[in-house]
């Protein structure tokens, strides 16, 4: 018998099987810009916006009203969206932490091209995570649908940073103003002057050259004749580009534009008919599950988005949750909730201002400027606030006030908005074993020193009693008489986290007790870097010690390089009353890196960078 002939059929069977499968899934194009919110864009009502196809494109598909990327800067953003979870059970939540996963979890375009997708990036990768985590089958800025073999449906981002906040630093600041100066509206919360009109009119034109970039990409698929087969999401990568947006979990760091295209013939993969607009909250943690669903993949369980697109779609949500850890060289904790009318932010480190310096937003000149009015009493008090301590709670109201600066949350007639949406805050964060109530040194510590990942430490109650740990760093949002007992308890905790975050709660009230001095006093000593580095600040603050003694020791004898980074944060909040060393910083510098330990080349760079910055910093503050 001549086996030939059958199995030249069978081979054009599964050549054909192929061809059918892919035919019978959609291809899915994302075209992403950086660092722009709904602002500025036609569609989204903005009567001066220059974007022509994002208008298009949302009158052929559907607008979403109520997008959130969860967090306002872009490595905690895209950690979000790779992952299909939310960065602070993994313990990626701060930026560029190259946090360790588990064996179980994949990047999602892994589970795409499991599944029988071309994956493509083209070309920021940029997660909290490891970069070389596998999934794509291409990530290069060369990198395109183009390149897929014959068959196979794709998956391709293609990423512009043409609106990136680096557009409006004097390097590449352009001066092409897109509108009239007088035609700007500057938002409440930022000193209106020329630089601010002008910075914000040149954004205009950057946000038009974004939108050619857009219909590029949409040509591309229109001349291979793939547009009837391709869905296509429009969508920013957080929120916007001036000074306190980006980076921050007000409305305008983390409310984002999306546009998604569906052809008729994948129509019923969405609950919206083509050239409307819903109000239906998604975030980045449901972009992954939605992608596998649109598919017709398994969804992993471990990822904590929905589905809004697909066969098989997820409740949508009452609220969306957001989330701020260290961004670049500062150290920062804050949780968010949002219905889109409502904005609730939890302060956790309440004793510093959300405008901090970070080196990289003051290159924007409105930073600066805004600053230098804020310490010359010219600026009232919407745009103080940045610079002022945070409160421990902020809730605004979206419809009313759109740049965010009454503060609602003390107001008794929203107490019942404020406790629904503080109990909501606190289910999301037990529900997600929320990670980032151990400090950045000591997740790092004790994840090197156990081999375990964050996201299993997170899970681990006997070190990790999450619930007990939230209601000590909750303990103030009661009445501070009714604090101080409970303080002096949760300082002598076994478990560090908790005599950390009581620490902490003592550096917001200021407390001079007696018996809570002597107690930390005593943490001076204590040998968990993040609690001794707490316990000397607070007792700076007072003036009651010099810190300089343990702050010094960490920056020349820790080769944790966290530790480090939050011995130079605590030396900048009180080096008014304590100088710093410029000689044990020169040392410290001298040091790298010889002193530090398990890291690539690469990101040991950018953490000495960020220690350099704060150096530099307090060296130009020392100089004035």
């Known amino acids: 018998m001549n086996l030939a002939t059958p199995l030249r059929a069978f081979a054009l069977f599964l050549v054909s ?34 974007t022509p ?9 559907v607008l979403y009203e109520k997008a959130y990327s969860n967090a306002a800067v872009c490595g905690p953003a895209r950690t979000t969206l790779i992952l299909g979870m939310y960065p602070p059970s993994v313990g990626g939540e701060h930026m560029r932490s190259q946090a360790p996963l588990p064996s179980h979890i994949q990047i999602y375009p892994q589970y795409l091209s499991d599944a029988g997708y071309y994956t493509t990036n083209n070309s920021k990768k940029d997660y909290n995570i490891d970069q070389n985590t596998p999934g794509w089958a291409e990530s290069s800025n060369k990198a395109h649908w183009k390149n897929r073999p014959d068959g196979k449906p794709f998956f391709a981002i293609f990423n512009t940073n043409i609106t990136h906040e680096s557009a409006l630093h004097p390097k590449k600041y352009d001066g092409k103003f897109g509108i009239p100066l007088e035609q700007v509206r500057v938002p409440a919360y930022i000193p209106d002057t020329q630089h601010a009109r002008e910075r914000i009119a040149t954004y205009y034109s950057r946000i038009n050259d974004m939108d050619q970039f857009v219909a ?11 547009a009837d087969d391709t869905i296509v999401f429009y969508y920013g990568d957080h929120g916007g580009i001036m000074p306190r947006s980006k980076r921050f979990v007000y409305d305008s760091g983390t409310h984002v534009p999306l546009v998604i295209r569906i052809p008729e013939k994948w129509a019923h993969l969405s609950p919206h008919a083509a050239g409307t607009r819903t109000d239906e909250i998604v975030g980045f943690v449901d972009f992954a599950p939605t992608l596998l669903n649109m598919a017709g993949a398994k969804v992993p369980e471990h990822m904590q988005g929905r589905a809004f697109l697909g066969k098989n779609l997820g409740a949508a949500p009452e609220y969306a949750y957001t989330f701020r850890a260290r961004a670049d060289e500062r150290i920062d904790f804050k949780r968010g909730v949002t219905d889109g009318h409502f904005n609730y932010i939890r302060n956790y480190l309440a004793y510093l201002p959300s405008g901090q310096h970070v080196n990289y937003i003051w290159e924007n000149p409105v930073a600066p400027e805004w600053e230098a009015l804020f310490q010359a009493g010219k600026t009232n008090a919407a745009q103080s606030a940045f610079f002022e301590p945070a409160p421990l709670e902020e809730l605004f109201d979206l419809e009313k006030d759109p740049d965010e600066v009454n503060n609602l949350a003390k107001d008794p007639k929203y107490r019942e908005v404020l406790v629904r949406m503080r109990e909501a805050n606190r289910a999301h964060l037990l529900r997600i074993y929320d990670s980032g109530f151990v400090p950045e040194a000591l997740l790092v510590e004790w994840s090197r020193g156990s081999g375990k990942s964050p996201h299993d430490i997170a899970r681990d109650e006997g070190q990790y009693p999450l619930a007990k740990i939230i209601a000590a760093a909750d303990v103030l949002l009661d009445s501070e008489a009714a604090a101080l007992p409970k303080l002096t308890r949760l300082l002598n905790s076994k478990n560090p986290i908790i005599q950390y975050w009581a620490l902490i709660n003592c550096m917001v009230i200021k407390t001079e007790d007696e018996k809570i001095t002597k107690r930390i006093m005593g943490l001076t000593r ?8 707490a316990a000397a600040e607070h007792l700076a603050r007072l003036g ?26 605590a030396l900048d909040h009180v080096q008014e009353a304590y100088p710093y060393d410029a000689n044990v910083f020169e040392r410290s510098a001298a040091m790298w890196p010889t002193n530090v330990k398990d890291l690539s080349a690469e990101w040991m760079g950018r953490y000495k960078a960020y220690d350099v910055r704060v150096m530099e910093f307090l060296a130009k503050q020392d100089a004035k």
């Open 53 to 61: 196809t994002i208008d298009r494109l949302a009158r052929d598909g």
């Open 17 to 50: 099987a192929v061809v059918l499968i892919a035919a019978n899934r959609p291809n899915i194009l994302w075209i992403v810009s950086e660092d722009n919110s709904p602002d500025y864009i036609g569609c989204y009502g903005d009567p001066h916006g220059m």
């Open 526 to 533: 204590s040998p968990v870097d993040a609690t001794r580095i």
């Open 544 to 569: 009651k010690k010099d810190p300089r003694p343990v702050l010094n020791e960490v920056l020349l004898n820790n080769s944790n390089v966290l530790a480090r980074l939050q011995a130079i944060n």
């Open 216 to 226: 590029d990409r949409l040509h591309e698929l229109d001349d291979a004749g793939l």
